[in-house]
């Protein structure tokens, strides 16, 4: 079975610029999170997505949205970019997203914003 | 409410030491427990799990023993390797419907040869 892909794997960007950002889950799971990863703030939540609806929305601006397709498929938007949205952006999907489920990350995409 | 509490890093270690990684947690009821590990420049790998108290989850020699009464999900190996050297995170998902991952900050490991 395929694992969970990213795309695109590396982006730099320049402050005020929007991007995309795209995922697709294991064959199989509906449940499609985000997160994002800086050295000073760790791992956070940023989303969740499951049947195309959002369940949960982690403490993240407006800037930040997603939405996720009839074939799981997830896409994350951050737009008006600012330099402190540097980061890896890692996705993760599950079969339905509640314990005890286990969530598989993707590899991840390095955002550099300039 | 939900947290992940992880001893602080970077640990360094002979190839062949023991390892132990602390890592204690605050929630309700039972979540379930990760342990994730990150190579370098990659995204995250699950390294196991256990869903409910004294289950023991293991892989590649690592091993960690859910105990509720002491709220602890250690990770142990006997005797680790130089390609061991990467970043571990403990992990839960709560019991209720929040529908996510809380990640402790990290343990950075460093096996020298």
């Known amino acids: 079975k395929a694992g969970v892909t990213q795309t695109p794997r590396y982006l730099i960007k320049t402050r005020g610029q929007q991007v995309t950002l795209s995922c697709s889950p294991i064959?199989?799971?509906?449940?499609v999170s985000w997160y994002q990863q800086t050295p000073g703030q760790g791992l956070q939540f940023l989303f969740e997505?499951?049947?195309?609806?959002?369940?949960n929305k982690g403490n993240f601006p407006g800037r930040f949205s997603g939405r996720q397709f009839s074939n799981s498929r997830s896409e994350m938007n951050v737009s008006t970019l600012e330099l402190g949205d540097s980061a890896l952006y890692l996705c993760?999907?599950?079969?339905?997203?509640?314990?005890?489920?286990?969530?598989?990350f993707g590899p991840g995409t390095r955002l550099t914003v300039l | 409410g939900n947290s992940v509490t992880q001893m602080e890093g970077p640990v360094t270690l002979s190839e062949e030491a023991f390892l132990t990684i602390n890592c204690t947690y605050t929630?309700?009821?039972?979540?379930?427990l990760f342990w994730y590990v990150q190579y370098p420049g990659e995204g995250l790998q699950l390294l196991l799990k256990?869903?409910?108290?004294?289950d023991k989850g293991s892989n590649k020699g690592f091993e960690a023993t859910y105990r509720k009464e002491t709220t602890s999900f250690h990770l142990e190996k006997g005797s680790v390797q130089v390609s061991d050297s990467a970043v571990y995170f403990c992990?839960?998902?709560?019991?209720?419907?929040?529908?996510?991952?809380?990640f402790g900050s990290g343990t950075r490991l460093l096996v020298r040869p």
């Open positions: 997505y499951f049947s195309e609806t959002q369940r």
């Open positions: 993760a999907s599950s079969l339905d997203g509640r314990a005890p489920d286990t969530q598989y």
């Open positions: 929630a309700t009821g039972y979540p379930s």
């Open positions: 256990a869903t409910k108290a004294d």
């Open positions: 992990a839960l998902t709560p019991m209720d419907s929040s529908y996510k991952l809380i």
């Open positions: 064959s199989g799971h509906r449940s």
